[in-house]
């Protein structure tokens, strides 16, 4: 799966994610009084006006970049009308050529971790069938729980083409408060970085394993040390943009052949039209708005490789 | 919300949590034969099964114990249709007077963390209306973001009497695995106790705050040490039972007042028809099965009491 997404980022020339995370408040007046004429100010009017603003995004943007990042939460807030969109929005993408990390970060004891990799990555088994439930490329894990707890997706990962990105360094502020902790003498992000390239060790795909990690732009010391850690794990790197990080701080992230990782950014590019820089596309013209900054981002990311 | 539940132990005598996790391979013949017959061996099939399954087992246990636990997962791998069982057991525990602890481990950065909050305990604006997604009373969450991650969750306990159960130390095989090293001396689970007691202190609901730990039965040395670092914290107990820890390992999890734990089991009472010990019950009287078993759990853990 991971040669799939390096395929992609050399033919659309940019390792830049486009982070589905729709807040209604984003979400421009149009939009939204369209919606809730048609279904209430209810979930399900606050779910069709994100689907709304999602397909306009997409439509105007799918060309330029390998990939998306529905962020679940964001949906699941709305409960199942919100979540019937988020699955939806995986589809569409995914007609659309695009590849898909499902922003879940799941992770639990062994058994039940072998249900959320069958949710997101995998297949069911229902009687003589075979189901697929929300059927995300890519999915983001959180590996506080050890081996038992992401060994279920890293077996889907290699049954199915799948891959996974597992949290190591996070992009937020009080990150540090347990990953930079000294064990041992190095961090605890470094220990799991270290698990990380084990697991992944019999996931290759190329030259990079389908199994990643979560790196933070917002650490770019961090991530220069990670990045010599552990040389054959893509990086899902949040924080560009939005959270703080500029494109040099990116720069560490990547591998001297320039790949090695994918740059994400949500509020920057859904909500660019809400920037001064990109005012004059207006809300009517918000999704000519994202598709210019995507197009920025990419050149900004470009400079520095 | 914690009053409610010390409430309800006192009044059931049962510190006893239903794991309500359903396995398509534990629910009976007769039932997955109805629901396939009805829906199709797809995921609305399974969903209706699943639906039926834990309606017989509430339908028989509600009277015997405070709260359920429904574990997400099960739900989530049967993507929309699942999710939405999920929902509707939630409503029914509810409705039958029951707390509804929503296990789903959720913890990101600060503003997805506030969206999972809204989605599992707080309620969404829309518009000019205030709507409820899945509307649990309490939740488990991830603490490796640190605390900009947990606010937005303790923020919802705060603002609507709701709880959450933070991971401390889980049950699994291999939690020692970052849980267990060594940060200045002490193991990392005791530096996140010391943040669980930090977060629940301005949550305190009579002598216990709202928020909670996930501390595992199968590790009782370390569930000792806990409960004496954090004696105004109640505790959500996996791991008795299936996984392996009997009634004495529980012992340490209670303060001496009898208080201070909550117990799951899952697997031991939702699928106890297949013990050797219930077999008499036969698949049909499988939810009398595990009312037996929800009898026999209380009266063990009362006699380490």
Known sequence: ????????????????????????????????????????ENLAGAADAIWNYNREIVDHTW??????????????????????????????????????????KRGDIGSTSAAYATAHLGKV????????????DFLTVNPY?????????????????????????????????????LVEGKPLYEHVADKVVEWGRDCMDGAYSNVGAVVGATYPEMSAVLRKQMPNTYFLVPGYGAQGATALDLKPCFNEDGFGAIVNSSRGIIAAYKQEKYAKFGPEHFAEASRQAVIDMAADISSVL
């Open 125 to 136: 088994k229902v009687g003589d069938s075979v189901c697929t439930a929300f059927g995300t």
């Open 1 to 40: 799966m991971i040669q799939q997404l390096i395929q992609k980022i050399q033919k659309t020339k940019a390792p830049v994610c486009i982070g589905l995370d729709p807040m209604l408040s984003y979400i421009p007046e149009h939009i939204l009084k369209a919606s809730f004429r048609e279904f209430g």
């Open 145 to 181: 729980l050890g081996t038992d707890g992401v060994k279920p997706f890293v077996d889907v990962c290699k049954e199915q083409d799948k891959g996974i990105f597992v949290l190591v360094k996070t992009s937020n502020p009080s990150s540090g408060e347990f990953q930079d902790r």
């Open 63 to 104: 060309d330029l970049v390998p990939c998306v990042k529905p962020q679940i939460a964001m949906y699941e807030q709305f409960g199942i009308e919100g979540l019937k969109i988020y699955e939806k929005t995986v589809r569409y993408c995914q007609e659309k050529g695009l590849l898909v990390i499902g922003d879940a």
